[in-house]
């Protein structure tokens, strides 16, 4: 599957790279507040493919501050696979799972 840098959203398809190529950002910083500062940045991000990444990795953290983002994120956008995948975020953080 393919990766993301959290800061320069340039997209990568190798697993696991510690320090982004391309900017040199810290991706161990995972647990930051920044990082996931970024994330939500991101949820706004010009390109859907990456804004669905985002979602994943939301998801996969149970970010609960995600949550009123990715509500608005579902009300907002006119792409039904983006409002989709928004709406079933939310629950999947809710449900903790
Ligand atoms: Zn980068």
Not at 12 to 39: A, Q
Not at 60 to 74: N, T
């Amino acid at each position: 599957m393919r990766y993301y840098c959290p800061n320069c959203w340039k997209d990568y398809w190798v697993e696991d790279f510690k320090t982004c190529p391309e900017c040199g950002y810290s991706i161990k910083k995972h647990n930051d507040k920044s990082y996931v500062d970024k994330l939500l940045n991101a949820l706004n991000h010009r390109a859907g493919e990456v804004r669905l990444f985002v979602i994943m990795i939301l998801v996969q953290r149970k970010e609960k501050r995600a949550i009123p983002y990715l509500d608005k994120l579902s009300k907002e956008t006119k792409d039904p696979s983006l409002v989709k995948a928004a709406l079933e975020a939310v629950m999947r953080i809710h449900e903790g799972k």
